[in-house]
C-alpha cells in the first residue's frame, strides 16, 4: 500500500477514467458475490459470449488507456519493470492459494503459471516496448490491427488442420502452443484444451488493452489542447474503425472469450474505448457542482484502488467457496459463500435470493475503498 499526496493541480488526473473503472468494479463486485448465478450468465464453455464474459475485458480496455496515460507522461522504465514483477509474483501466489483451497496442498509440478494477474504483466511490457514508437492516438489502433491479424490467421490455419475446419476444445492453437510452453502448468492442467490466458488468448487481449490505449492517448492529447472538435472527429474514426475491425475479422473467427479471438477484442475493446472517450467529454472538461462531485466521490474512490477492489473480491470469493463452517479441503458440507448468501437472504426477507449478499459486497468494498481514498492510500502495482 502506497501513500499518495493529494493535488489539487487541475488535469492531474481524468476523472473519467476513474468513474468509468469504478462503475466496472460495482458490476465485477456484484458478479463476485453472485454465487448462485445461472449458466447462461458464467463464462461461455467454448463458442459465445455470455455476461461475464465481458467483464475482465472491460478492465483490459480501461487498463489500456491509463497505461497510455501514464507512458505519456513518461512512466520510469524501474516503474514498469517493478510492475511486471510484483504482478507475475502475485499471479504466481494467487494460484498456489486456489490450489491449496482446492486440493490442501500446493504441487509444483502441477502449480499454474498463467493467470489473470501475469496476463496484466504481459499487457505491460507489451504497451511498455510499444510507448517508445507512439506518437498519435491511431498508432495504438494500427498496433491492434497488426496484432488482430497474427492472431487471425494462427487461429484460421490451426482451424484448417482441424476435423471439419472448426476450432474445437480438442482442436485449437491453444492447445497445441499452450500446452507446449506451459504443459501441465496451463489452466485446468491443460485438461479443457486451451488456456484463457495464454499465449494465445494474450494476443487478443493485447489488441483489448490497445484499443483501450489509443483512447487513453486521445484523452491525453485533448487535455494537452487538442480541439474539442477535431476530438470529436477522432472519436468517430475510432468507433468506425473498431466496428469494421469487428465485423471484418468477425468473418474468419467466431468472437468469443475462451481463446479471446480478434473480433471479440475488437469489439469490447471498441465499446469501452467509445464510453470512455465520452466519458471524458462529460466529465473532465468542467468543474462539476457539489451533488454531482458527492454521486462521483464512491466512483473514483473505487476507479483509484481498482488493483485491490477488483483483486480482493476475487480473493474473498475464492476463500468464501472453498471453506466452510465444517472446515475440511475440499469443504466439508455448506461453504460461508452458501451460508452468508442464505443469512443475508432472510435478513431482508428474501430467502435463497442472491441479490442482497451482492448489495452487502457492493457497499462493503466501496467503503473501504472511500475510507483509504480519503487517507491517500492506494495498492499498485
Not at 459470449?49 to 497505461?67: E, I, K, N, Q
Not at 462529460?282 to 481498482?306: F, H, I, K, T
Request: net charge positive; glycine share 12%.
Amino acid at each position: 500500500m502506497t501513500e499518495t499526496p493529494r493535488t489539487t493541480r487541475a488535469g492531474a488526473r481524468l476523472d473519467s477514467l476513474d468513474v468509468c473503472r469504478g462503475v466496472l468494479l460495482v458490476v465485477s463486485v456484484s458478479v463476485n458475490a453472485w454465487f448462485t448465478a445461472p449458466e447462461w450468465f458464467e463464462h461461455a464453455p467454448w463458442i459465445g459470449v455470455h455476461p461475464v464474459d465481458l467483464v475482465f475485458p472491460s478492465f483490459v480496455a480501461a487498463s489500456g488507456a491509463g497505461m497510455a496515460i501514464a507512458f505519456a507522461r513518461r512512466m520510469p522504465v524501474a516503474r514498469q519493470v517493478r510492475r511486471i514483477v510484483v504482478l507475475t509474483l502475485a499471479g504466481l501466489a494467487y494460484n498456489a492459494a486456489a490450489q491449496g483451497l482446492s486440493t490442501g496442498g500446493v504441487d509444483v509440478t502441477t502449480w499454474r503459471v498463467t493467470g489473470v494477474l501475469q496476463l496484466y504483466a504481459v499487457l505491460v511490457l507489451a504497451l511498455g516496448l510499444g510507448a517508445g514508437i507512439v506518437r498519435r492516438w491511431w498508432h495504438w489502433l494500427a498496433a491492434a490491427g497488426m496484432v488482430s491479424v497474427l492472431q487471425t490467421a494462427v487461429l484460421v490455419v490451426g482451424a484448417h488442420s482441424c476435423p471439419g475446419g472448426a476450432l474445437t476444445t480438442a482442436c485449437n492453437p491453444s492447445g497445441v502452443v499452450d500446452a507446449a510452453v506451459f504443459g501441465a502448468h496451463m489452466y485446468a492442467g491443460g485438461r479443457l484444451g486451451h488456456d484463457p490466458e495464454g499465449l494465445v488468448a494474450a494476443a487478443g487481449a493485447l489488441v483489448t488493452a490497445l484499443v483501450g490505449a489509443a483512447a487513453g492517448r486521445l484523452m491525453w492529447e485533448h487535455r494537452r489542447g487538442r480541439t474539442t472538435a477535431a476530438f470529436g472527429r477522432s472519436v468517430l474514426l475510432l468507433a468506425a474503425a473498431t466496428l469494421v475491425a469487428t465485423r471484418a475479422s468477425g468473418l474468419l473467427v467466431d468472437p468469443f472469450k475462451r481463446l479471446w479471438t480478434a473480433p471479440f477484442g475488437w469489439g469490447v475493446g471498441g465499446v469501452v474505448a467509445v464510453a470512455l472517450l465520452l466519458a471524458h467529454l462529460a466529465l473532465d472538461a468542467r468543474s462539476p457542482a457539489l451533488a454531482e462531485r458527492a454521486v462521483r466521490y464512491p466512483l473514483v474512490a473505487l476507479g483509484r484502488n481498482s488493483l485491490l477492489v477488483y483483486f480482493g473480491s476475487h480473493l474473498v470469493t475464492m476463500v468464501a467457496t472453498h471453506t466452510g463452517p465444517a472446515g475440511g479441503v475440499p469443504v466439508d458440507g455448506a461453504s460461508w459463500a452458501q451460508v452468508w448468501q442464505a443469512d443475508t437472504g432472510r435478513l431482508v426477507g428474501a430467502p435463497g435470493a442472491a441479490w442482497p449478499l451482492c448489495v452487502v459486497a457492493v457497499l462493503a468494498w466501496t467503503t473501504l475503498a472511500v475510507v483509504l481514498h480519503r487517507r491517500g492510500w492506494y495498492l499498485r502495482a
